[in-house]
T-cell receptor, first 111, second 113 residues
Framework: NAGVTQTPKFQVLKTGQSMTLQCAQD?????MSWYRQDPGMGLRLIHY???????DQGEVPNGYNVSRSTTEDFPLRLLSAAPSQTSVYFC??????????FGPGTRLTVT | GQQVMQIPQYQHVQEGEDFTTYCNSS?????IQWYKQRPGGHPVFLIQ?????EVKKQKRLTFQFGEAKKNSSLHITATQTTDVGTYFC?????????????FGAGTQVVVTP
């Protein structure tokens, strides 16, 4: 199993540009989530999904959209990038006993 | 605001010493999890505690969940350089749906040989 994969690893955007961060898992986990990590603030939940077709907002959802058309994929879309969205983004999925597996992360810089 | 607080934010430890990091919640938690993140890496699941007063050990690491299920601690004995990293606690509030976790800000551990 590849586990949780994320692409790209690094990305530089200009203010106002849009892009999609990809996330996929091959463990057949129903629950998936997106976090952003900023220095001194831990991991903050952006959006999460309890299964295909179902998504919900986390703590910091503004400026981000998600969709979950399949169990495997959970892409995160930045609608109009802003410098405040410069961060490291982690995708994660949970197994049946709620252990959370993280992807390697995407380091995003918005100039 | 952040409902799960961790202290200390930084911990400098001499190799061979013990240290403890603490996690406190303002509300009752269904469970608490601990993760380790190495510099430049991603968080890796360490353990989950579910029962009030639960204590679990993993080699030199001892995890505790408070009786009121509002706090937790991670104690590392005989610290090694491989213990370097940031340790996060993450709790599920009783009011939150399954799978949704509130992360603390983490304790960054630096080990001096």
């Amino acid at each position: 199993n590849a586990g949780v994969t994320q692409t790209p690893k690094f990305q530089v955007l200009k203010t106002g540009q849009s892009m999609t961060l990809q996330c996929a898992q091959d463990m057949n986990h129903e629950y998936m989530s997106w976090y952003r990590q900023d220095p001194g603030m831990g991991l903050r939940l952006i959006h999460y999904s309890v299964g295909a077709g179902i998504t919900d907002q986390g703590e910091v959802p503004n400026g981000y959209n998600v969709s979950r058309s399949t169990t495997e994929d959970f892409p995160l879309r930045l609608l109009s990038a802003a410098p405040s969205q410069t961060s490291v983004y982690f995708c994660a999925s949970n197994n049946r006993v709620n252990e959370q597996y993280f992807g390697p992360g995407t380091r995003l810089t918005v100039t | 605001g952040q409902q799960v607080m961790q202290i200390p934010q930084y911990q400098h430890v001499q190799e061979g010493e013990d240290f403890t990091t603490y996690c406190n919640s303002s509300t009752t938690l269904s469970n608490i999890q601990w993760y380790k993140q190495r510099p430049g890496g991603h968080p890796v699941f360490l353990i989950q505690l579910v029962k009030s007063g639960e204590v679990k050990k993993q080699k030199r690491l001892t995890f505790q969940f408070g009786e009121a299920k509002k706090n937790s601690s991670l104690h590392i004995t005989a610290t090694q350089t491989t213990d370097v990293g940031t340790y996060f606690c993450a709790g599920r509030l009783t009011t939150d749906s399954w799978g949704k976790l509130q992360f603390g800000a983490g304790t960054q551990v630096v080990v001096t040989p």
